[in-house]
């Protein structure tokens, strides 16, 4: 996978994209904003480390208190917050564990992803291995094919 066919589906369906990233401190607006031409389509993301930051933008207080921040209910919120936020059409959001210890009761690599295309919004929950920046990089990875798949298929 190119990380420009992102950006190449995007343009072709007339999408725009945003973010709300946790774990990820801003890696995949970082991975998606060199590629050269992606200021056709994003409009914006934002790190939300903390509970508080994540409320900010948005995310129901009850989402995090009842399931945690490390959830597929806050993870679905950050994504449908980002795309509201910045109007975008669709939208992805990483919430989870990287390491090095485990958090909320819930082990290292305990990940999960909002992707949202258009009206549809799917969530996704990783088990992934590695050290802390391999659990990064391999979410923003995850993120840009599950996007490009679903532009691709037409959010199927």
């Known amino acids: 996978m190119e990380r420009k ?5 995007l343009k072709s ?10 774990l990820t401190g ?6 998606f904003t060199s590629i050269p031409g992606a200021s056709a ?19 129901k207080k009850s989402v995090i ?5 490390i959830s597929k209910e806050c993870a679905k919120e950050m994504a449908l917050k ?8 669709c ?4 919430t989870g564990n990287a390491g090095p ?29 590695g050290d802390r920046e391999e659990i990064r990089k391999q979410c923003v990875d995850f993120a840009f094919q599950t996007l490009i798949d679903k532009i691709q298929k037409k959010y199927i």
Request: charged share 20%.
């Open 26 to 31: 801003g890696m995949f607006a970082s991975a």
């Open 5 to 9: 066919d992102l950006l190449d589906a």
């Open 65 to 69: 208190s009842r399931f945690g921040a």
């Open 13 to 22: 369906e007339h999408l725009t994209l945003s973010c709300m990233e946790s």
């Open 82 to 89: 980002a795309s509201l936020f910045f109007q975008s059409d």
């Open 91 to 94: 939208s992805v959001s990483f």
């Open 101 to 129: 210890d485990a958090q909320e009761g819930k082990d290292v690599g305990l990940v999960y992803v909002g992707v949202k295309v258009r009206d549809v919004l799917y969530t996704y929950q990783l088990n992934l291995e």
């Open 41 to 59: 389509v994003f409009l914006g993301g934002a790190v939300t480390y903390t509970d508080e930051a994540k409320e900010r933008f948005g995310v």
